[in-house]
């Protein structure tokens, strides 16, 4: 199946700093991906939808100026966590659908972020 | 009333049981369901995925989906100890909209 990566898999930063994590689709462009954050024990929530060429597409309740988006080709998207503080500690999680293939997504390992 | 329903469990079977993982919805314009598997502390990978109503069968597991009742199964047969992981269901509406609505997932434990 299609392979999704995610980098770093794990970090750790003081509280106030900003933290980038990248999502890369490895064999395949992917004009849309997605990101998720998932809390212990609960299902994953979608933040926002990524688009290759323009802007993100924030879900209601995300903050856009806290949660950077950039999907900067067909084959990658970074998350900037800005001014990280200890309740942006959570799994995030990128997905990219096929294009045109199916409706199907492939997510990414997912990158456990741990603000101190 | 949530889009999806699914029991959070968790559900502890003997291994070589046969499994049942359930969710409901709300909304009919989902059109297209899967299933995901999530070992712990690590991405969902995609286990089964289909379109209509009816059964589909991919080695030990079996999808089924009834539009006319909203209602949606997983089954695992002779179940394994590596099965033991959190199953989600998600849901989507199609064509350019690729927005997946998930299910809370149920915990499965498989004990050898």
């Known amino acids: 199946g299609a392979v999704v990566s995610q980098h770093p898999s794990w970090v750790i930063c003081k509280s106030g700093t900003s933290v980038k994590i990248e999502c890369r689709s490895l064999?395949?462009?992917?004009?849309?991906m997605f990101w998720y954050r998932q809390f212990p024990k609960q299902s994953l929530m979608l933040m926002a939808t990524s688009n290759e060429g323009s802007k993100a597409t924030y879900e209601q309740g995300v903050e856009k100026d806290k949660f950077l988006i950039n999907h900067a080709s067909l084959t990658l998207s970074t998350l900037t966590v800005t001014s990280a503080h200890p309740e942006d500690s959570s799994f995030y999680i990128c997905?990219?659908?096929?294009?045109?293939?199916?409706?199907?997504?492939?997510f990414g390992p997912g990158t456990r972020l741990t603000v101190l | 009333q949530k889009e999806v329903e699914q029991d959070p469990g968790p559900l502890s079977v003997p291994e070589g049981a046969i499994v049942s993982l359930n969710c409901t919805y709300s909304n009919s314009a989902f059109q297209y369901f899967m299933w995901y598997r999530q070992y712990s502390r690590k991405g969902p990978e995609l286990l089964m995925y289909?379109?209509?109503?009816g059964n589909k069968e991919d080695g030990r597991f079996t999808a089924q989906v009834d539009k006319s009742s909203k209602y949606i199964s997983l089954f695992i047969r002779d179940s394994q100890p590596s099965d033991s992981a959190t199953y989600l269901c998600?849901?989507?509406?199609?064509?350019?909209?690729?927005?997946?609505?998930f299910g809370k997932g149920t915990l499965l434990t498989v004990n050898p």
């Open positions: 997905s990219a659908p096929m294009s045109g293939a199916t409706d199907t997504q492939y």
């Open positions: 289909t379109y209509s109503s």
């Open positions: 064999d395949f462009q992917a004009t849309t």
């Open positions: 998600a849901m989507g509406r199609g064509g350019s909209n690729y927005k997946l609505t």
